[in-house]
Each structure stands twice: as C-alpha cells, then as structure tokens.
C-alpha cells in the first residue's frame, strides 16, 4: 500500500504512524514535525523512535553543526532545570 495523500491515512491513526508502518517518506511540509531528512521518513517522530542519536547525527538530521546541536542541548537542559514538577 502507498499513500498518496492523507486522505489515504486510516481513521484513528496519526500521519506519522502510517508513515513509519509504510517506510515512506512525508510531504506534508506544514506540519510542525516534518524536517528535511529523507532517512527519517521527513519526519522528527519517526527518526526520535529509532533511539538515542549522536550529536553528530542529529545535525545531519536538522543540516545544522554538531555544536549547534550542543547548544540548543544546553539551553534546553538549562531550561527543564527551571520548570518545577508539582
């Protein structure tokens, strides 16, 4: 089966599901989860259930530098350090 748009997604699922059951890539360019990367199916959900990346790979993913990947990392850390859990 292929889909060719998403009206071919089966009820109750997500784009990314059928994307991944199915080994094809996503066109739908709109949606906050797509990225550029062919190998990830064109999607961030798909490639981040494949496991822990290096930083390396994560910048090919995203075609930015493995420092660049480095820095967001610690502004990210830094920023769940100030988000207190009830």
């Given at each position: ?10 009820p ?40 822990p ?34």
């Open positions: 089966m292929y889909l060719n748009n998403l009206d071919d997604v089966v109750g699922t997500t784009c990314f599901n059928e994307h991944r059951r199915y080994n094809i890539p996503c066109q739908k360019t709109g949606c906050r989860q797509w990225v550029d990367c062919k190998q990830a199916n064109n999607c961030v959900l798909i490639e981040s259930s494949n496991g990346k290096t930083l390396q790979l994560v910048g090919d993913i995203f075609g930015i530098t493995r420092m660049r990947i480095c820095q967001i990392e610690k502004k990210i850390l830094k920023k769940l350090q100030l988000v207190k859990l009830p």
